[in-house]
């Protein structure tokens, strides 16, 4: 299944002031051909866009929940979309 989506994850937990986004930004540039962006939100989440093929958004969603990640994940909640583009590469924000 290769179809190309857009997934909004929200990370809660200890995400913020870690290196949380850098991390989620060289986890999804090693993963590869994804776009978007990892932001802290004002309610201490993190929120990731990632748009590209389903396999590979679903990779870094597994990373999300399960990979090393710095800080501490207490939970992620995603939804799956269609794409919007405008996105160069990943960023943090």
């Known amino acids: ?30 993963i590869g051909a994804l776009a978007g962006y990892a932001g802290n939100l004002s309610d201490g989440r993190v929120q990731v866009v990632a748009e590209g093929d389903f396999e590979r958004c679903e990779r870094l969603l597994a990373w999300l929940r399960h ?5 501490r994940v207490d939970g992620v909640t995603e939804i799956w979309g269609v794409t919007r583009g405008g996105y160069e590469g990943f960023e943090i924000r």
């Not at 002031?17 to 090693?30: D, H, I, N, P």
């Open 1 to 30: 299944m290769n179809e190309e989506v857009r997934l909004t994850a929200w990370v809660r937990g200890r995400v913020q002031g870690v290196g949380f986004r850098w991390w989620t930004r060289a986890t999804a540039l090693e």
């Open 67 to 71: 990979g090393d990640t710095p800080g």
